[in-house]
């Protein structure tokens, strides 16, 4: 069992949401295949899920191939972005719109093993705030991985331990599933790009979730170019993680007495400008052809 702690959440019940959040900006040629190869292992173990897709002011035709399969009934909430763009500022979006009672943040491009999701899923409901998946540790598999940016992720992600006296070693890694209460307890979150991430992973951190670690298996992409520049963010990441670091040092008191206020709070809906477009009907008895899998 996990430690305990005192973020005084809700259990979860038996079977509860995945939301299973994207963000995209020109994944033509991967969203579709995400999408069918998650919701098949998804329904495989009978486990009720959407997906909050987050087009991210695509040039391609990502909107068009995610509407494909809205139009095939897989359940799908497509959040269709306003300029700037960001790999921060689709993830932001997607948990704008979120229905779910767990929520696992996954690439557009299927580097991220399906199998992974379903592990973590069920690590959660043990009982943990969020599940952290390392590529790192024992049992994991990685495969592609560019030698530059793995140097620079292995640096940064060591720095990180030190700084914050934590045994986690690839907070980095966008691929994690949280509790929806707990997400949503540290919010709003503020990074654009990729440094949202540790903006994520540190501020659970260091409000005291229980946070559980699993070996995760990453395959490098197959179709496009990663939209990961090492030279542009790095800036980025280490603002992120100083900001964090002066708030575990210095005003940790503040930062735990207004996480309490939030988590009593937690239900006030937040105000965006997205437009949304979904299959999906919110109400118990919906006519959706795969509604079976939310209900179970």
Known sequence: MPPSSDSKLVPLKAAPLISVCIPAYNEQENIGRTIDVVAARLERDHIPYEFVIANDNSKDGTEAVVRERMAKGIPIRLVN???????????????????????????????????????????????????????????????????????????????????????????TNAFKVYRAEALRSIMPLYSSHFNLTIEISLGMLIRGFNIAAVPVNWYGRTWGVANFKIKTLGRRYFATMFKLYAERIFIHDDVMAEHEVKLRALGSTAVVHETLATNISDEENSSNRRSWVRGI
């Open 81 to 171: 972005r306003v300029p700037p763009g960001g790999f921060g500022r689709a993830l932001r979006s997607c948990f704008e719109h979120f229905r779910g009672d767990i929520v696992a943040v996954v690439m557009a491009d299927l580097s991220d093993d399906p199998d992974d999701i379903v592990k973590c899923y069920r690590k959660i409901n043990e009982g943990y705030d969020a599940v952290f998946g390392s590529r790192f540790i024992k049992g994991a598999v990685v495969k592609d991985y560019p030698f530059v940016k793995l140097l620079a992720n292995r640096f940064g992600n060591k720095l990180i331990q030190l700084m914050f006296r934590t045994r986690h070693n690839d907070l």
